[in-house]
């Protein structure tokens, strides 16, 4: 068996680790096989520098079971949910992967429902009016679907779902529930998983190193790590 996970690991903490575990279960289970990551290089989704290069971001994902790390190129890493999607998968697809496994605030059951609505209804004209009035997609999604608005897991696994449905049937989707600080918080609280937002915005915090593994705190700690402040 082979999982795919796609990740940005930017920094690799242990929520990731938490993830990567599920996978090692899951092959437990079925036999063995490996985990394969696509992750953004160097600069991430939101078009951030990531924190840490992707070498040593590689190298912590491996250290905790990942069996290949793939980059995902920067014009892929970048992008939208959408086109961020279907870029890593098809990548993971041409891996030949049996499963997709990810975290998300809420369950997979309303991705269909989502889907149906998305397809069935004239959602595009929707999307583009409220583009223009300066929504962004998360609070878009939300709009339309009746969602939470600070769900952004959910919101890109959504994303996968879409893609796997219509280009990669024969790849199982297997969702973790997300545990800890929600995504994108900035301030230090005592969950059992930080948000990698939180760790990059207190980075100078020796308390953030419970969420670490040494060799990521190291790195973090002892790098000339990039920040928007730098820019």
Known sequence: MRIGVISEFNPFHNGHK??????KEILLQNGGGEIISVMSEFFTQRGEA???????????????GVDLVIALPYRASVCGSDDFSENAISILDKCKIDMLI????LDSDIFADIYKKEY??????????LTKKGYSYPKIMAELFDLPKDIPNFILGYSYYKYIKKNAPHIKIKVVKREGQILNKKEMTDEKFLSATAIRKNVNNKNIKKY???KMYDYLINSNNISEEIF
């Open 18 to 23: 938490y993830l990567i575990d599920k996978a």
């Open 102 to 105: 990810f975290g998300s605030e």
């Open 50 to 64: 990531a924190i840490i290069d992707g070498y040593k971001r590689a190298e912590c994902a491996v250290e905790s």
């Open 212 to 214: 670490l593994s040494n």
């Open 120 to 129: 069935s209804e004239n959602i595009k004209e929707k999307v583009i009016s």
